[in-house]
């Protein structure tokens, strides 16, 4: 369905420039951010749950992709009674080059196509597991988010994950919360068309709104 492509890594290392997030060196860098509230941990609860091998200090993502990934747990586990679990996270760009030696898969550590993890907006979420109704259901909540410009997802076949690129706080600093702008009703109409039992786009973009005040 969302197939990893070299246009998608270009579109999120453009608005990681465009946000003017830095791309995270090293673990020293990694602390700072986490002091400052600009990375916040993934806290597991009825509806997620963390891979026991990801190292604890890794478990952080930026607030509003906390946001985004806690929204799609609850309405997961809403559905299914299951819980949605999140593989990797923020990494370091010490920590992508490690990661380059073993897994020809990834992406590289700098440039223009450079992993969208190491600014934190990114999360991996284990396709490995669910039946095919339950790959279906998520894709079906991402597809009327990808349609209004909200995430980039993609569904990485060797690694068995969804890997979404959260989008919302460059798009709901540029819309009207309290009107009707057209990326709402092109959401609200995409949810409704897949059935996706989720809140609404204009109050999915005023939660996001809200929590990028606060960070």
Same mark, same amino acid.
């Given at each position: 369905?969302?197939?990893?492509?070299?246009?998608?890594?270009?579109?999120?290392?453009?608005?990681?420039?465009?946000?003017?997030?830095?791309?995270?060196?090293?673990?020293?860098?990694? $602390?700072?951010?986490?002091?400052?509230?600009?990375?916040?941990?993934?806290?597991?609860?009825?509806?997620?749950? *963390?891979?026991? #091998?990801?190292? /604890?200090? #890794?478990?952080?993502?930026?607030?509003?992709?906390?946001?985004?990934?806690?929204?799609?747990?609850?309405?997961?586990? =809403?559905?299914?009674?299951?819980?949605?679990? *999140?593989?990797?996270? *923020?990494?370091?760009?010490?920590?992508?080059?490690?990661?380059? #030696?073993?897994?020809?898969?990834?992406?590289?550590?700098?440039?223009?196509?450079?992993?969208?993890?190491?600014?934190?907006?990114?999360?991996?979420?284990?396709? !490995?597991?669910?039946?095919?109704?339950?790959?279906?259901?998520?894709?079906?909540?991402?597809?009327?988010?990808?349609?209004?410009?909200? &995430?980039?997802? $993609?569904?990485?076949?060797? =690694?068995? &994950?969804?890997?979404?690129?959260?989008? !919302?706080?460059?798009?709901?600093?540029?819309?009207? &919360?309290?009107?009707?702008?057209? =990326?709402? #009703?092109?959401?609200?109409?995409?949810?409704? !068309?897949?059935?996706? /039992?989720?809140?609404?786009?204009?109050?999915?973009?005023?939660?996001?709104? !809200?929590?990028?005040?606060?960070?």
């Amino acid at each position: 369905m969302f197939k990893p492509s070299h246009d998608s890594l270009l579109k999120q290392n453009a608005e990681i420039d465009r946000l003017d997030l830095p791309r995270i060196q090293d673990d020293a860098e990694l $602390e700072q951010l986490k002091l400052d509230g600009k990375l916040v941990p993934i806290v597991p609860s009825e509806a997620l749950r *963390v891979d026991p #091998r990801l190292d /604890p200090d #890794r478990r952080y993502c930026r607030p509003w992709t906390l946001k985004f990934v806690q929204d799609l747990a609850d309405a997961y586990h =809403q559905q299914f009674g299951d819980q949605i679990q *999140v593989n990797s996270a *923020v990494r370091t760009v010490v920590v992508q080059k490690k990661l380059r #030696r073993h897994n020809r898969n990834a992406a590289p550590a700098e440039g223009e196509i450079a992993s969208s993890h190491l600014a934190g907006l990114t999360v991996d979420l284990q396709r !490995r597991g669910m039946s095919k109704a339950e790959v279906k259901w998520v894709e079906n909540y991402l597809i009327p988010m990808k349609a209004a410009g909200l &995430v980039e997802p $993609e569904e990485e076949r060797r =690694q068995w &994950v969804f890997h979404p690129f959260d989008f !919302r706080l460059a798009h709901a600093a540029s819309l009207q &919360v309290d009107g009707e702008p057209r =990326q709402m #009703r092109r959401c609200n109409f995409a949810f409704r !068309r897949c059935g996706v /039992p989720v809140m609404s786009a204009k109050l999915f973009l005023h939660d996001t709104v !809200r929590t990028a005040e606060f960070t």
